[in-house]
T-cell receptor
Framework: AQSVSQHNHHVILSEAASLELGCNYS??????LFWYVQYPGQHLQLLLK??????LVKGIKGFEAEFIKSKFSFNLRKPSVQWSDTAEYFC?????????FGSGTKLNVKP | GAGVSQSPSNKVTEKGKDVELRCDPI?????LYWYRQSLGQGLEFLIY????????KSGLPSDRFSAERTGGSVSSLTILRTQQEDSAVYLC?????????????FGQGTRLTVV
C-alpha cells in the first residue's frame, strides 16, 4: 500500500539542539515531496518542497531536507532549534495530484 | 481570495443531525482536497476534486459523507446523521495544477464536535 511514514511521533529537545525528523515513502516513480508545519492554533503551512534538481532543499526558518531516492527518504533537519519551532511537522508526498501525509511529529522545544 | 477559507470555524452539533462544511479555495486553483484530522492522528484523506469532478473519493469513511464542488470553486462537505466518531477538524486545501502540481494551501479548518 502507498504510504508516508514518520517514525518519530513525539520529539523533545532543548534549545540549540540539532533536529532530524525522518520521513519515508513507498511510492515509485516521480513524486513531489513536502514538509508542512502546524504551529499551535494555526493552519498548516509549507516549510519546504522538493520537485526536482538539487536533492538538498532549503526552506523557511533555517530548515532543510534531503531527498535520497535510493532510500525513499526525505528527512527534515535544522542545526539549532528554537523554542518557537515547537509545532507539529508533517511530511507529504504528491503522487498523481493526490497528497499523502504522514502521521505527523510533535516537536516540543524546551527553553 | 487571498487564502483558503473555511466555514464555520467551529461547529457543535447533536448526534444524529446533519452538518454541512464549506470551503472556498484560492481563486484559480483547480484542485481541491478535504482531509480530516483527529486528535493524535495524522491527516486522513477524504476526497479530491479536479474542477467539479471527484476522481478520487476513496477516503470518504461511509455513505453518510458526501462532497460536491460547483463552478470549479466552492466545495461543501456534508455529513448526515452525525456520530461522535465524526468529531474532528476537517481541513480543506487547494492547489494549482495548470503547470504541474504546486503545494497544497490549507484553510484554518472546521472543528466539528458531535455531542
Amino acid at each position: 500500500a502507498q504510504s508516508v511514514s514518520q517514525h518519530n511521533h513525539h520529539v523533545i529537545l532543548s534549545e540549540a539542539a540539532s533536529l532530524e525528523l525522518g520521513c519515508n515513502y513507498s511510492y515509485g516513480g516521480t513524486v513531489n515531496l513536502f514538509w508542512y508545519v502546524q504551529y499551535p492554533g494555526q493552519h498548516l503551512q509549507l516549510l519546504l518542497k522538493y520537485f526536482s534538481g538539487d536533492p538538498l532543499v532549503k526552506g523557511i526558518k533555517g530548515f532543510e531536507a534531503e531527498f535520497i531516492k535510493s532510500k525513499f527518504s526525505f528527512n527534515l533537519r535544522k542545526p539549532s532549534v528554537q523554542w518557537s519551532d515547537t509545532a507539529e511537522y508533517f511530511c507529504a508526498v504528491n503522487n498523481f495530484n493526490k497528497f499523502y501525509f504522514g502521521s505527523g511529529t510533535k516537536l516540543n522545544v524546551k527553553p | 481570495g487571498a487564502g483558503v477559507s473555511q466555514s464555520p470555524s467551529n461547529k457543535v452539533t447533536e448526534k444524529g443531525k446533519d452538518v454541512e462544511l464549506r470551503c472556498d479555495p484560492i481563486s484559480g486553483h483547480t484542485a481541491l482536497y478535504w482531509y480530516r484530522q483527529s486528535l493524535g492522528q495524522g491527516l486522513e484523506f477524504l476526497i479530491y476534486f479536479q474542477g467539479n469532478s471527484a476522481p478520487d473519493k476513496s477516503g470518504l469513511p461511509s455513505d453518510r459523507f458526501s462532497a460536491e464542488r460547483t463552478g470549479g470553486s466552492v466545495s461543501s462537505l456534508t455529513i448526515l446523521r452525525t456520530q461522535q466518531e465524526d468529531s474532528a477538524v476537517y481541513l480543506c486545501a487547494s492547489s494549482s495544477t495548470s503547470l504541474g502540481t504546486t503545494e497544497a494551501f490549507f484553510g484554518q479548518g472546521t472543528r466539528l464536535t458531535v455531542v
